[in-house]
């Protein structure tokens, strides 16, 4: 099963709004999703990395996606990393 990780922050409303859609993708689209704040449990590299990006998705360590989630591209990268 694949892994997305969301790197956010609290009090970031594209960061809710990332969530929602994420999980929207996950009922089509199974994987594992793992929610990580910047500001308290993301390691020093990837908040050097992220700090004015969020949110940022990482698809298996890789980033895929800042801002916003294109839902359609989302499927179409989990799908391409299945086969």
Known sequence: MKTITLYTRERCHL?????????????????????????????AEKRAAYDWDVPVLEL?????????????RLLRLIRASEA
Request: net charge negative.
């Open 15 to 43: 960061c809710d709004v990332a969530k929602e859609a994420l999980e929207q993708v996950r009922s089509t689209e199974p994987f594992e999703l793992l929610v990580v704040d910047l500001d308290h449990e993301a390691p």
């Open 60 to 72: 298996d360590g890789r980033k895929i996606m800042k801002h916003r989630v294109d839902e359609a």
